[in-house]
């Protein structure tokens, strides 16, 4: 199923060669900068990420996004900064702001620790009151995977072991529910969700998921996750849609995508940057993307990416990058498992083991997402 959206940007991208297209083709920019979600709410597909903008850069970098024409945040409770975004909403936003609150489309995620459904509500409400707001455009359950209730977002045993909770997502999405039956947000959705888990979840809903957010580039395409939530009429975010350069875990045997050769060729023949058209990539594959910034320059030209199409070569080239690497799933060096009855699952002792090996953190939970193949 193609959206209205997905129709506009085929018949609006060019197939012959590099363009930089300066008046409106056939269907206005205003529509190609939206994704139509299955609710009808329209959410600009280039949105301000702000997963690492530490304290004091993120309310700058909000106020920045805000002045040269972003009307998407993307905020987490676990970003652990959601007050000072408000604090930037706050100057912009509402009666008497440059602003109307219907202009904005914000987005928030239920983290692991709120899974059990008697703290969901509790938790939507802590981040409404930190953005300063009195909905949310759509929450989204951050993770499959609950942790041990509590106010530690990262419950640990004594052994640095994550502490999990057999709370199952399903219960958790019940309670999701009840958040848009009080008018406390407009959509629910996904984060980090597989195929099969997504399915799961419409199996049972109510109120659909309208998004699963992943992690997207093109060392990570996701070609077969976006095709089968197109089918489901779930859209698609991509959260480190650069390859998040920055993450605090990587390693120097890594690649970097914006250092790739290959971009940068592409980059030279547009005349713009290698993240623009990583970005205009994902614009044209209809995927929401969030990148993330406090530089007011990138943040600009993070948006300047509707004045040129990617032909179809292009476009099949940068997909051809594809190396099915995921850089968002922290890992550990484990070299023994043990079974804690405290907590109730097997988890892995953040030790190094004589080959050294790295394991993903959660991987013995039961609703870790990444053991299937999409």
Sequence with gaps: MMSDFDLSLLKSRTTTGPSTRTTPGPH?????????????????????????SGPGQVKQAVLAA????????????????????????????GPGKALLREEMFVTSKL???????EDVEEA????LAHLGLSYLDLYLVHWPMAFQPGKELMPRRDDGSICYSDTHYRDTWTAMESLVDKGLVRAIGLSNFSARQTDDIISV???????????????LSQADLLSHCRSVSVCVTAYSPLGSGDRPWA?????????DPRLAAIAQRYQKTPAQVILRWHVQRAVVCIPKSVTPSRIQQNLQVFDFSLTD????????????????????????????????????????????????R????PHFPFHDSY
């Design 28 to 52: 206005s920019w205003n529509m190609s900068r939206f994704v139509t979600l299955s609710t009808g709410q329209k959410m600009p597909i280039v949105g301000l990420g702000t997963w690492k």
């Design 66 to 93: 805000l002045d040269c024409g972003y009307r998407h945040i993307d905020c987490a409770a676990a970003y652990s900064n959601e007050l000072e975004v408000g604090e930037a909403l706050a100057l912009r936003v």
């Design 111 to 117: 983290w692991n620790t709120k899974h059990d459904p």
């Design 124 to 127: 939507c409400r802590t981040s």
């Design 205 to 219: 809903a109510r109120h659909k998921p309208v998004m699963n957010q992943v992690e997207c580039h093109p060392y």
């Design 251 to 259: 390693s120097p045997d890594q690649p970097s995508l914006l250092e």
């Design 313 to 360: 070569d292009d476009m099949k080239l940068i997909e051809s990058f594809n190396r099915n690497e995921r850089f968002i799933v922290p890992t550990v060096e484990a070299n023994k498992i043990v079974f804690n009855g405290t907590c109730g699952y097997i988890s892995v002792f953040p030790e190094r083991c004589r080959d050294g090996k790295k394991v993903w």
């Design 362 to 365: 959660d991987a013995e939970h």
